[in-house]
């Protein structure tokens, strides 16, 4: 079966229509429907249920996804490991949580991207399940998790500690930011143990989510208050948007990486965690303009 097959299969999935699928892979509508007809047909299934303006994947089509995009992925990172031969540059794949990258990695790989030569780096945003199934079906190269991974096949290390700190718009107690316009930033299951222990009586704050810069734009925009990174928070805190409201409100979560031992591109991911163990946490350059030009908005 061609791989062709399966990348236009994941693409019609991802679009829910022929033709925009057509459009974003460069070919005709025709040669589309031709290619979804010869997957259907050699599954013996129908993948997607097809209505005027609606077009969703069937249970079989549901099914297909995950292996659909194990091969095309598979496909990708042989290419780009017989490069080697060749003597090109060997790529590895870097991939983190959204909050990782919001509070971590952005800057990591800049520094990383700068200073480590003879590679070139992928860099993805996947979920904590998606990351650690990438790692063993050789998908992924390295992984930056919060949550330390437990496999045979897998080398999990600790790169870093990642300070979070209660900040709010406005200069207030402890009690007063957590019981108005508190959104909770969800850091996994030891934040929110520590979460309890700090805050027992936590009213329903305002606002759940699990990104970092969604709660940082709330609070910009509408006032409040949140547990953000450090690194994230301080050009904020520096140029007056952001306080800090207790130095005793900081939690530490840990930053892991994790790889499989038998990598053949080992010896690059080790040279990755020795820049990554030598880096200091810092928020990222968009971050840093922003918090720039807003006290320069604010001197005028």
Not at 14 to 31: K, V, Y
Not at 67 to 90: G, I, N
């Amino acid at each position: 079966m061609d791989v062709k097959g399966f990348t236009t299969f994941l693409e019609v999935a991802r679009e829910r229509h022929f033709g925009r699928a057509a459009d974003r892979l460069n070919i005709t509508q025709a040669a589309v429907s031709a290619r979804i007809k010869q997957l259907e047909e050699y599954f013996d299934t129908t993948l997607f249920v097809r209505q005027r303006n609606n077009i969703h994947l069937t249970s079989s089509g549901e099914r297909l996804v995950r292996y659909a995009e194990v091969m095309v992925s598979t496909l990708q990172q042989a290419r780009d490991d017989l490069k080697l031969t060749r003597q090109e540059q060997a790529q590895l794949t870097i991939a983190g949580t959204p909050n990782i990258w919001d509070a971590y990695l952005q800057h990591c790989l800049g520094v990383i991207t700068e200073t480590l030569t003879g590679y070139a780096f992928c860099a993805e945003t996947l979920s904590q399940d998606q990351l650690n199934r990438a790692l063993l079906q050789r998908t992924l190269d390295m992984g930056i998790l919060f949550e330390p991974v437990k496999s045979e096949l897998l080398e999990c290390r600790q790169m870093a500690q990642l300070p979070l700190v209660l900040v709010s718009t406005r200069s207030q107690a402890a009690e007063q930011a957590v019981s108005q316009d508190y959104v909770y930033l969800d850091w996994g299951l030891e934040f929110s143990q520590e979460h309890a222990r700090l805050h027992p009586n936590l009213r329903a704050p305002s606002m759940r989510t699990s990104g970092a810069r969604i709660a940082l734009d709330v609070l910009l925009s509408r006032g409040g208050a949140a547990y953000l990174p450090l690194s994230m928070a301080q050009p904020f805190l520096d140029s007056g948007q952001l306080h800090l409201v207790v130095a005793n409100s900081l939690i530490e979560r840990p930053v892991y990486l994790a790889y499989r031992k038998d990598s053949p591109l080992l010896d690059g991911i080790l040279e990755v965690a020795a820049k990554l163990s030598h880096t200091t946490p810092a928020g990222g350059f968009t971050l840093q303009a922003a918090a720039e030009n807003a006290s320069l908005e604010q001197e005028n």
